[in-house]
């Protein structure tokens, strides 16, 4: 529980930050959700997973998938690595 809050607390973006985002860093860049433009927002990502539609979730685990490997994070989850296989 300690490692989700610290990832909750790394992961904030301001509005302006936000905006200023490349769509190419969001999972779901059509819909500008799930920024992941560092490592903290990758885990995040996973972390808030469960709440993507049914329909957009194998393309936003394979974003996942993406995203962690450039910045070198180990995804654990075995929903997001069974939803990339899809």
């Known amino acids: ?11 904030k973006l301001n509005t302006i930050e936000r905006k200023e ?3 190419s860093v969001f999972g779901l ?8 433009p560092d ?24 974003a996942i998938l993406a995203r962690a490997k450039e910045y070198g994070v180990d995804v654990e989850s075995p929903t997001v690595l069974s939803y990339a296989e899809e």
């Not at 809050?5 to 992961?11: A, G, N, R, Y």
């Not at 860049?29 to 992941?36: D, I, K, S």
């Not at 903290?40 to 194998?58: M, T």
């Open 1 to 11: 529980m300690h490692l989700l809050l610290e990832i909750v607390m790394d992961d």
């Open 21 to 23: 985002l490349p769509d």
């Open 29 to 36: 860049p059509e819909r500008r959700e799930y920024p992941m």
């Open 39 to 62: 490592a903290a927002h990758v885990r995040a990502a996973e972390a808030y997973f469960r709440y993507c539609p049914d329909d957009l979730k194998p393309k936003l685990a394979r």
